[in-house]
């Protein structure tokens, strides 16, 4: 696991997927931002696009999901499992999908984990514009 760089106890790639949700949730939903949720795989795909127009490394997905899960634990996100039968009606045989939504704390805790990063990134700077 990566070493903690900042006193918010986010790392890069949480922050970066923790903006990708909080800019994600307040344009897909004006006024209702934690109501919102995603899929935990169009996280990874949106990353990756976001990467590649940037001309950056991407993020494995077992990095996203790692920093989800952490960023759940933090309390900045809650998941819930879809229901049997929404999985069943979308022909997945029963997988399941895991839906994540941003909390309260979600903004506070990027604001701090921004300004605790040391050396900005490109895609920091772009989302800070």
């Known amino acids: 696991m990566p070493r903690r760089r900042n006193n918010t106890g986010l790392v890069a790639n949480e922050v970066r997927i923790l903006d990708f949700l909080v800019r994600s949730a307040n344009e897909n939903s004006p006024g209702h931002a934690t109501e919102a949720t995603i899929y935990g795989y169009t996280v990874s795909l949106e990353l990756d696009r976001q990467a590649e127009v940037l001309r950056e490394q991407p993020i494995s997905n077992a990095t996203v999901y790692r920093c989800l899960r952490s960023l759940e634990k933090f ?8 229901s049997d039968a929404d999985a069943l ?18 903004q506070p805790l990027l604001d701090s984990g921004k300004a605790a990063l040391d050396g900005r990134p490109a895609w920091l700077r772009a989302s800070q514009a």
Do not use: P
């Not at 022909?91 to 704390?105: F, Q, V, W």
């Open 89 to 106: 009606a979308g022909n997945r045989e029963g997988r399941k999908r895991r839906y994540y939504r941003i909390t309260a704390l979600a």
């Open 75 to 82: 309390g900045a996100l809650t998941s819930e499992w879809e």
